[in-house]
């Protein structure tokens, strides 16, 4: 398994604007996407070379990223790593003993993560690059 790069990360935040704010003004970050809404989470996005930072605030109280704050508080929630081809990637961690689940998204159709508890506690998303 070949990653090509670090597509984005998540970090998981109680309140958007603040930590918006902070990355912004204090890290010196320029947002690319503000404020949008997608799947039960309120985002914003930074753009730092060809990775992102994404700012994700959950509006479902019952959905991951809620559950990630309530029982971790806020912080790293995701690391998603770009990949020629998802399947075949998936296939070979699995083979070297990684845990993989795979995730519905109505917006961005399956989603395949490597599980924490294969990673030390960190969630691993494998994106497949963009041709």
């Known amino acids: 398994t070949v990653y ?23 890290f010196g970050l320029q947002a690319t996407d503000v404020g949008r809404l997608t799947e039960g989470l309120k985002e914003t996005t930074f753009t730092t070379g060809n990775t992102r930072i994404v700012l994700s605030q959950p509006v479902d109280p019952n959905g991951p990223i809620a559950r990630f704050i309530e029982e971790r508080g806020e912080g790293l929630y995701l690391v998603a790593l770009e990949v ?15 845990r993989i689940a795979e995730a519905p998204s109505a917006e961005h159709g399956r ?5 924490p508890k294969s990673a030390h506690g960190v969630l691993f998303q494998l994106v497949e690059s963009k041709a």
């Open 84 to 98: 020629d081809n998802v399947d075949k990637a998936a296939e070979a961690l699995r083979k070297r003993g990684a």
């Open 111 to 115: 989603r395949v993560f490597i599980h």
């Open 4 to 26: 090509k790069r670090i597509d984005h990360i998540v970090i998981a935040v109680k309140n958007l604007e603040q930590s918006a704010a902070l990355y912004g003004d204090k």
